[in-house]
């Protein structure tokens, strides 16, 4: 008999999305000429860059001839690609990577959810709340995240991000092995400063943990002071592996393409006290289970680091940075209190008089036609804010600001 792995039994029922698509549809079944403008997406909408658009084509001509034709890939992805992403993406902030320390993949998420199979199942790990929600639950399909009980996996340290400590995660009490961090924060829309980063690394140098470092938003950093890469930090090539996706950065959510950094000086050890080198493992571990992004995505990636390419890319950044602006300011003078949405692009709004998450998005759905994300759906902590994204287009969010107004002054 084959027995199931019992561990997905344990999965708790992550609803957010499809509750909201429930509601959103219930509210137009009653409403049907209500022009309803999602805020709540967490996908891009603006078409790809022109120069990735002809590297793409180009790449599907060279599929077409024999002499240029692509099959399988190294499984790291293409030296061509990595060399670009350490030239481009970390020499400029003062971090020598070699580009066998990177990993091509088909996005951060694959690799935000696998990396957990190079350490022991019985590691102990920390996460902050709210939190996209892979950490965790590609933990609890292995077993490491223990069982739920109120609210919470008995394994899993909580680091709360609220108001009182500014979205700044304490730094646990006691010595966890794993720690996932991401900045700018899914969904708080929240960096971490240079000096708070520098306590983590140390944190992970002293007790001997590892630092699962989600980069994915580094591209919408506008302050200089806010660092990039975990790797900005001294000693973090010891104790941290970084994803970086070209999803929101460059709109590639359809096409696939992110990159995992797996440092050589990176380590972890044996029951018997050994150290030994992850890196080769990942690249084991690559090889045995992923044969490598498709060629034609890296040929856009690699179009993102011409001068073309990254003039577009940064215009559409700004763009969608430009709606964050355009939401925060409205919003900031309606009287919420509104964090992010500077150098990320996702704002986090407060709840007026605490209305809880999920209340409030049915009030502004009914009241301005217009849907967020209730915050309590990335965590405990989310309870009393809704996520909204910049995402969309200029003329939406216009419309959507004034709706909200309107709706306020009612
Ligand atoms: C969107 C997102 C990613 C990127 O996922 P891809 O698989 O690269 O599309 C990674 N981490 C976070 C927190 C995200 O929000």
Redesign the pocket.
Known sequence: MALINEHFLKLQKNYLFADIAKKVNAFKATHPKADVISLGI?DVTQPLCPAVIEAMHKAVDDMAHKDTFHGYGPEQGYLWLREAIVKNDFLPRGVHLDPDEIFVND????D?GNIGELVRWDNSMAVTDPI?P?YVDSNVMNGRSGYFENGHWSNVTYMPCTEDNNFVPVIPDHRVDMIYL?YPN?PTGMVITREELRKWVNYAIHNDSIIFY?A??EAFIRDENIPHSIYEIRGARKVAIE?H?Y??TAG??GV?C?YTVVPKELTAATMDGNRLPLNPFWLRRQSTKFNGTSYISQRAAEAIYTPEGKRQTQATINYYMENARIMHEALSQLGFKVYGGTDAPYLWVKTPGNTPSWQFFEELLYGAQIVCTPGVGFGPSGEGFVRLTSFGDRANCIEAMERIRKWMNK
């Open positions: 967490g996005g951060a998420k694959s935000t996209y892979v991401c899914n989600d994915a938003y994803f996706s999803s929101k590639f959510t696939r992110g």
